[in-house]
């Protein structure tokens, strides 16, 4: 079974401070994998998606980056965070084995910006 | 560009009494639909998937869409105070990054 793992869970972290999400998927290979982010009260929007190593594309312009530097890793990082980057991250895998193709989220990361 | 509304905003219901979450979107064209839940700003978990008109239950979901009508249900039947929590639609785009374009969601409660 597939297993998705997010860290950390929480962090509380200064204006102006670097910033570094990680996420893991085990038991699937070469996974589509997907950073999303809900700011408090706001709705799930889409940031970042990787297809494979190596290879991330940007959905919405937030000044974040995201890498791939493995099949099994997707990061998400900035070097200065802004106020506005408070809200939840969660990471996800598209499953493309049934007819209706579905994504899983991890259990997400709490971003607190003071 | 897809534009995703849920109703109501918030129910309550009463433990055993069935419980009916709306969905309407903008662009019939799309996809995939998706019922997610969040418990307290946790992980998604995902419900129902959805892809053609009619009726798609997993266990005590069951998820109608009538792409002609623009809008895609959630049935809950016999809900329980565990499932109180916010109820996601999300509509894919078609393309290659999976977009999903989720509505604002709708709080239920179950009361006991």
């Known amino acids: 079974a597939q297993t998705i793992h997010q860290w950390p869970v929480a962090e509380i972290k200064a204006v102006g401070s670097p910033l570094s999400l990680g996420c893991t998927i085990k038991g699937k290979s070469s996974p589509n994998l997907y950073w999303y982010w809900q700011a408090t009260g706001g709705t799930l929007q889409q940031l970042f998606y990787?297809?494979?190593?190596?290879?991330v594309e940007s959905v919405v312009q937030l000044n974040l980056s995201a890498s791939r530097p493995k099949d099994d890793q997707f990061i998400l990082s900035t070097e200065k965070l802004l106020l506005s980057h408070s809200g939840f991250y969660l990471c996800?895998?598209?499953?493309?084995?049934?007819?209706?193709?579905?994504?899983?989220f991890g259990s997400g990361t709490r971003l607190t910006v003071l | 560009q897809q534009k995703v509304q849920q109703s109501p905003e918030s129910l309550t219901v009463s433990e055993g009494a069935m419980a009916s979450l709306n969905c309407t979107f903008s662009d019939g064209t799309s996809n995939n639909f998706r019922w997610y839940r969040q418990h307290s700003a946790k992980g998604l978990e995902v419900l129902v998937s959805?892809?053609?008109?009619g009726e798609k239950e997993e266990g005590r979901f069951t998820a109608h869409l009538n792409r002609a009508n623009l809008h895609v249900s959630l049935h809950i039947r016999e809900p329980q105070p565990s499932d109180s929590a916010v109820y996601l639609c999300?509509?894919?785009?078609?393309?290659?990054?999976?977009?999903?374009?989720f509505g604002e969601g709708t709080k239920l409660t179950v009361s006991s």
């Open positions: 990787s297809i494979t190593v190596g290879q």
């Open positions: 959805i892809f053609s008109d």
């Open positions: 996800a895998w598209r499953d493309w084995g049934t007819s209706a193709e579905t994504l899983y």
């Open positions: 999300a509509v894919s785009l078609q393309g290659g990054s999976a977009k999903l374009i």
